[in-house]
């Protein structure tokens, strides 16, 4: 089975500093993981993905994360917060193979502090 | 535009009542998914679908019934069975040959019970 773990359910970071939010997953399989964006009274958006291609992600709107197998974790990052940041952010694991059921973290709430 | 529609957006059902939620999607994708989203607990898998006429049993798919007659439709009847019904639904699709984790998501449809 997998899970996800985000640690900190609401995050508040300084428009201009660093945006990091971590993410650690446990899988009994090689992993793949997902990190997605929802915005207020919205569905989810794909962010970024690790498929077993590079371990460094980057994706939409800045964001990147790093696949550290050593550590089980896959932490999103992106070096100058923006207002239009401001939304809740999961983490997601899936098994490469096998029924690939999609297990969400809990999520963190970011807010943007102008 | 091709996306995944979902409604209505708003619902409110008296208790004992059964209520159905739309989710048609015009993408030509396989899989459809229905998600329940609580506040700071992520997204549970209710039910899922692969093909048409065949569908599984999510994490919490008590109280809840699902069918998929045809390919783009999967609606969601959440029945008086459901002790706490009141919570946001997210509908969800992937194509083909995509990991796992490759959804995409319609915008909701929130529920509340009076």
């Known amino acids: 089975a997998q899970s996800v773990t985000q640690l900190g359910s609401h995050v508040s970071v300084s428009e201009g500093a660093l945006v990091l939010l971590r993410c650690n997953y446990s899988?009994?399989?090689?992993?793949?993981l997902f990190w997605y964006v929802q915005y207020p009274n919205q569905g989810l958006q794909l962010l970024l993905k690790y498929t077993s291609a590079a371990t460094l992600v980057k994706g939409i709107n800045g964001f990147e994360a790093e696949f550290k197998k050593s550590e089980t974790s896959f932490h999103l990052t992106k070096p100058s917060a923006h207002m239009s940041d401001a939304a809740e952010y999961f983490c997601?694991?899936?098994?490469?193979?096998?029924?690939?059921?999609?297990?969400f973290g809990k999520g963190n709430q970011v807010v943007v502090i102008p | 535009d091709g996306g995944i529609t979902q409604s209505p957006k708003y619902l409110f059902r008296k208790e004992g009542q059964n209520v159905t939620l739309s989710c048609e999607q015009n993408?030509?994708?396989?899989?459809m998914y229905w998600y329940r989203q609580d506040p700071g607990q992520g997204l549970r898998l209710i039910y899922y679908s692969q093909i048409v006429n065949d569908f599984q049993k999510g994490d919490i798919a008590e109280g809840y019934s699902v069918s998929r007659e045809k390919k783009e439709s999967f609606p969601l009847t959440v029945t008086s069975a459901q002790k706490n019904p009141t919570a946001f639904y997210l509908c969800?699709?992937?194509?083909?040959?995509?990991?796992?984790?490759?959804?995409?998501f319609g915008e909701g449809s929130r529920l509340t019970v009076l």
């Open positions: 997601a694991v899936s098994p490469m193979s096998g029924n690939n059921r999609l297990a």
């Open positions: 899988s009994s399989v090689p992993p793949y």
């Open positions: 969800a699709s992937k194509p083909s040959g995509r990991a796992a984790g490759e959804l995409f």
């Open positions: 993408l030509n994708h396989d899989a």
